[in-house]
């Protein structure tokens, strides 16, 4: 996943966790859970959890 990251334009694209990279256009809300935790809900309407840096 680091070698797909470094790749992506990262303007574009945020990681959201190891597993997870998503374009930005894709993210519809942005909320602060705790401790730099974040849940992110996409617009298809899959929830995404942040892990903690």
């Not at 966790?17 to 602060?32: A, D, E, G, L, Q």
């Not at 859970?33 to 809900?41: D, P, Q, T, V």
């Amino acid at each position: 996943m680091n070698k797909l990251y470094n790749l992506v334009d990262k303007a574009q694209f945020i990681r959201v966790n190891r597993s997870i990279v998503i374009n930005k256009i894709y993210i519809k809300k942005c909320m602060y859970i705790k401790n730099n935790e974040y849940s992110f809900k996409s617009k298809n309407g899959d929830t995404l959890l942040s892990s903690r840096p």
